[in-house]
């Protein structure tokens, strides 16, 4: 299940074969006999968009049509008399083209309002006109605006069996009106209809001569559309696809083509961009439409586009506009979300899941339950212990990685994600931004908790153990000599008489770090964590070696500055063998799996490596001693008064 904006226009015929038909999409909710599929059967009916073979299914000896059976297409849903699942169907008007999706009353499957309202211009509320408002139509209001609906009408149904009263429909209204005040909300306009009969639905009724609004389909007609936010400084362009270049038939090698779905702005050759998280600028070089005469994407279409450098681009990556003055994303790494809990195990603070955002995927864990609503009064509880299936509720999520998000409110693309349980692959939950925040490394600080100082200071410790603590971090590309080197120090300090501790970059992703991948931003936070490691050793009077190819300064700066802050050593050590001697090595094989294009992100193939510009070591392991390599590290310590000779 995907949150997705909406197509507000396609391509259509007139009978000059050139008008543009408009597209709209609905979504119909509301509880178990409210007469949804009835509705949609009539809609359906009534348009002259039902195949001759699929009316005659459903009509029987006597020539009457069972309407809710044009919709209802599972064999289990025609069974039980229910709709189980989102049901689609399609029709058309001379100037629009509908797609309607017929979401399940039934608390059971409420999951699937998300589904059905997620992309929708208009939500479509079914209330029986006998009942009035129940639980169930409360909470699909409520779901319709937190997926950013922006129409919602009631079709107060079956109207003819309270005798078409005017009384009773004015009743409704009212209490919708309140309901709209209770979702903050402006309005939600009311109809009267007979779905069985076809009152107010295309045609209008005879039988309320006191209602003078739109039919149900005069309403639709009338929505306005309009595209995502269609200005450049708003282009959102999540990379869904990276297609390798290929060969000319000249030998020209072409440019990889980076495509994906406009989330909202527009794109065209020449615009300036910038390529999140890393926040790499280029230029568009060719834009492909499938439209040859277009020469300017506008969201929601699927584009191709080349840019004039080669750049480090993946799947999931988020192109954004470079121009001054962009309205940019929020690279988050913390979330505050409406989610909706699909799952029948409880969700609760503590639990680690997968946000699926777009194309990426990252982990992420839920560190806070703020609120549930409760369905019947849309009021909500503070600080609930867990939420259970078919909950709503606001929570706080910590993700492992950058995420550039915007509030679903300017953007139903990048402000909307998925929740998956990463044992069974489920979608558990469905949810919508409120706040993303930016949280730096290494420079954030809990509000809500405080640091637990020991009862021992730091030089009464070093001077009973005789030890003081530092961190050597080696950074190189990968087969560049940093484990190699880092075993041989840690064995030298140690036959020293001192405590030393090796950690490696692939020992750490086996426990410390094994929720983490190997994107970018992945990467990040595992040369995050493994810095609060080192300095925690380093504190307690052990000499720490972090093996880490580390590429980006400004990820070792980090590590730098939280030893900086608590005024602990921290020697930095380049080791710079050449790109050509650790492809030569390659133990694990990476580089050659990157020449056949089977790695991305190899780095020193397609990933940057940014050399250490003022580092406390500097050597190359080509042809080197090891035990003379580690010997100068150790004389490093040595100058610092870290040990003694």
């Given at each position: 299940m995907t949150l997705t904006s909406p197509q507000p226009v396609i391509a259509g015929d007139d009978e000059t074969g050139t008008?543009?038909?408009?597209?709209?999409?609905?979504?119909?909710?509301?509880?178990?006999?409210?007469?949804?599929?009835?509705?949609?059967?009539?809609?359906?009916?009534?348009?002259?968009?039902?195949?001759?073979?699929?009316?005659?299914?459903?009509?029987?000896?006597?020539?009457?049509?069972?309407?809710?059976?044009?919709?209802?297409?599972?064999?289990?849903?025609?069974?039980?008399?229910?709709?189980?699942?989102?049901?689609y169907r399609f029709f058309s008007t001379p100037t629009r083209s509908y797609?309607?999706?017929?979401?399940?009353?039934?608390?059971?499957?409420?999951?699937?309002?998300?589904?059905?309202?997620?992309?929708?211009?208009?939500?479509?509320?079914?209330?029986?006109?006998?009942?009035?408002?129940?639980?169930q139509t409360r909470r699909?209001?409520?779901?319709?605006?937190?997926?950013?609906?922006?129409?919602?009408?009631?079709?107060?149904?079956?109207?003819?069996?309270?005798?078409?009263?005017e009384h009773r429909f004015d009743e409704i209204r009212a209490d919708l009106a309140e309901l709209a005040v209770q979702l903050g909300i402006g309005e939600i306009q009311a109809i009267p209809v007979a779905a069985k009969h076809g009152d107010n639905v295309v045609h209008r009724s005879s039988n309320t001569p006191w209602?003078?609004?739109?039919?149900?389909?005069?309403?639709?007609?009338?929505?306005?559309?309009?595209?995502?936010?269609?200005?450049?400084?708003?282009?959102?362009?999540?990379?869904?696809?990276?297609?390798?270049?290929?060969?000319?038939?000249?030998?020209?090698?072409?440019?990889?083509?980076?495509?994906?779905?406009?989330?909202?702005?527009?794109?065209?050759?020449?615009?300036?961009?910038?390529?999140?998280?890393?926040?790499?600028?280029?230029?568009?070089?060719?834009?492909?439409?499938?439209?040859p005469t277009r020469d300017v994407a506008v969201a929601p279409l699927s584009v191709g586009i080349q840019i004039d450098d080669d750049i480090d681009i993946g799947r999931g990556d988020v192109i954004v506009s470079g121009a001054q003055g962009a309205h940019l994303p929020v690279l988050a790494r913390e979330i505050d979300a409406h989610v909706c809990w699909l799952s029948n195990s409880p969700l609760r603070a503590g639990d680690r899941v997968a946000l699926k955002h777009g194309p990426s995927t990252v982990r992420a864990t839920v560190q806070s339950l703020e609120r549930r609503l409760d369905p019947d009064t849309l009021i909500e509880h503070v600080a609930p212990g867990e939420l259970v299936l078919n909950d709503i509720g606001t929570v706080t999520l910590r993700t492992s990685s950058v995420v550039p998000a915007d509030p679903y409110a300017s953007n139903r693309d990048t402000g909307a994600f998925i929740l998956i349980d990463e044992a069974s692959n489920d979608?558990?939950?469905?949810?919508?931004?409120?706040?993303?925040?930016?949280?730096?490394?290494?420079?954030?600080?809990?509000?809500?908790?405080?640091?637990?100082?020991?009862?021992?200071?730091?030089?009464?410790?070093?001077?009973?153990?005789?030890?003081?603590?530092?961190?050597?971090?080696?950074?190189?590309?990968?087969?560049?000599?940093?484990?190699?080197?880092?075993?041989?120090?840690?064995?030298?300090?140690?036959?020293?008489?001192?405590?030393?501790?090796?950690?490696?970059?692939?020992?750490?992703?086996h426990g410390i770090s094994d929720d983490l991948g190997f994107s970018a931003g992945d990467r990040a936070e595992n040369i995050r964590r493994v810095g609060h490691v080192a300095r925690l050793f380093a504190d307690a009077g052990v000499i720490a070696i972090a093996s880490m190819v580390s590429p980006l300064r400004s990820d070792r700066e980090i590590a730098r500055e939280l030893h900086r802050a608590a005024d602990l050593d921290?020697?930095?050590?380049?080791?710079?063998?050449?790109?050509?001697?650790?492809?030569?090595?390659?133990?694990?094989?990476?580089?050659?799996?990157?020449?056949?294009?089977?790695?991305?992100?190899?780095?020193?193939?397609?990933?940057?490596?940014?050399?250490?510009?003022?580092?406390?070591?500097?050597?190359d392991t080509t042809g080197a001693d090891i035990d003379r390599l580690a010997s100068l590290i150790l004389g490093a310590l040595m100058d610092r008064g870290i040990m003694t000779g």
């Open positions: 008008t543009a038909r408009q597209f709209l999409r609905i979504a119909t909710a509301g509880s178990v006999d409210d007469g949804k599929s009835t509705l949609i059967g009539r809609i359906l009916h009534d348009t002259g968009s039902l195949p001759t073979d699929h009316l005659a299914a459903v009509t029987d000896g006597d020539g009457d049509v069972d309407l809710a059976a044009l919709s209802d297409g599972l064999r289990a849903e025609r069974e039980q008399g229910i709709t189980i699942d989102v049901a797609v309607l999706a017929d979401t399940p009353g039934h608390e059971r499957y409420t999951r699937n309002m998300f589904t059905g309202a997620s992309n929708a211009h208009v939500a479509v509320l079914l209330v029986d006109a006998r009942h009035g408002l129940l639980r699909h209001a409520r779901i319709a605006t937190l997926v950013g609906v922006p129409h919602v009408i009631a079709a107060v149904n079956k109207i003819d069996l309270v005798d078409f009263s209602y003078s609004g739109a039919t149900l389909l005069e309403y639709l007609e009338d929505v306005e559309l309009h595209a995502p936010a269609p200005v450049t400084e708003e282009l959102r362009l999540p990379i869904q696809w990276v297609s390798r270049p290929s060969e000319s038939s000249r030998g020209e090698s072409n440019r990889r083509t980076y495509t994906g779905r406009l989330a909202s702005g527009t794109l065209r050759v020449g615009d300036e961009i910038v390529v999140l998280p890393s926040g790499s600028r280029s230029t568009v070089t060719a834009l492909d439409t499938l439209d979608t558990v939950g469905a949810g919508t931004i409120l706040e993303p925040r930016e949280v730096i490394p290494g420079k954030a600080t809990r509000n809500d908790i405080k640091w637990h100082p020991s009862s021992l200071a730091r030089a009464e410790r070093w001077a009973h153990t005789e030890q003081r603590g530092a961190t050597v971090w080696l950074t190189g590309l990968p087969a560049s000599g940093k484990s190699t080197v880092a075993v041989a120090l840690e064995r030298a300090v140690v036959s020293r008489g001192r405590v030393a501790y090796l950690l490696d970059g692939d020992n750490i992703r921290f020697i930095e050590v380049h080791v710079s063998t050449p790109v050509t001697e650790c492809e030569r090595r390659d133990p694990k094989g990476l580089y050659e799996r990157a020449r056949r294009g089977e790695l991305r992100g190899l780095t020193g193939i397609d990933a940057p490596y940014e050399s250490p510009e003022n580092p406390d070591l500097r050597f």
